[in-house]
């Protein structure tokens, strides 16, 4: 632990020595086509713009070179080595199928609607998080220090907010909002993935807070819309026959 301690503070002394430079961007230019052509879809739920998220910390600021701390500090616990399947998992796999894995979403068989609300929300939430992602062009902490490793392999895409944990925040919040049974577990996984995401060197936790911010924004038009009504009651009874089923996904009894 000693060791691990003066590693970090010959970082923060790096950190501190970059302090003047300008956090490198991440130009649309740079993006992948599918993220590219996203923007120029319209939302299914949502109805307007969101209001623009507070810029990042800079990383001359210190909450910023904590938030890199924080995630080398993460990277460099042993313990936290098993994370690397999950890391990669959570930014690569679709992620219905992420989800499917994990033990929160059904067979979409069987689970039809559900499916269909999940996917209308994904939609719109992944347009409202690259619309903010263009507005900073924010790099992931990897690009910013040669101290942090990418954990995860490479990925293409703008780091604030992470449009991948609002995409799998959105989709379990949903599924909070029409069965509120399985909310402890829920919590738990989302905890979780924003810690996996930090160790994957991609994302720091201003961008998991920011990702928060664009699915709560979005859920609430679910919440709050009558147009889909029938659609929620059908998908409300859909995800009540899994949860009979099978549980919620961290009860031992959903295990195989």
Known sequence: MVRVNKYLMACVLTLHATYTLAEPSFPRGDWGPA??????????????????????????????????????????????????????????????????????????????TLWSMVSAVDHDVSITVLKEAKRHDRVAPHAVSDDIAEMSGHVVAPAFPSLRFARIRAAMGLLEVLNDQCADDYAHILADTAVDMEFSGQHRASDIRAAELVSAWTLSFVEASEQIRDEKIRAETELAVHLRLEGCPLDPKSKP
Do not use: C, F, S, Y
Not at 37 to 58: Q, W, Y
Not at 104 to 109: A, E, F, K, R, T
């Open 35 to 112: 993220q590219r052509a996203m923007l120029e879809k319209k939302t299914l739920l949502t109805k307007g713009d969101m209001a623009a998220i507070p810029a990042p910390p800079g990383i001359e600021t210190d909450e910023g070179q904590h938030e890199l701390m924080r995630v080398m500090r993460i990277q460099l616990d042993p313990a936290n080595g098993v994370r690397r399947p999950n890391a990669r998992d959570a930014l690569e796999m679709e992620v219905g199928d992420l989800l499917r894995k994990r033990r929160v979403l059904p067979d979409p068989n069987i689970a039809p």
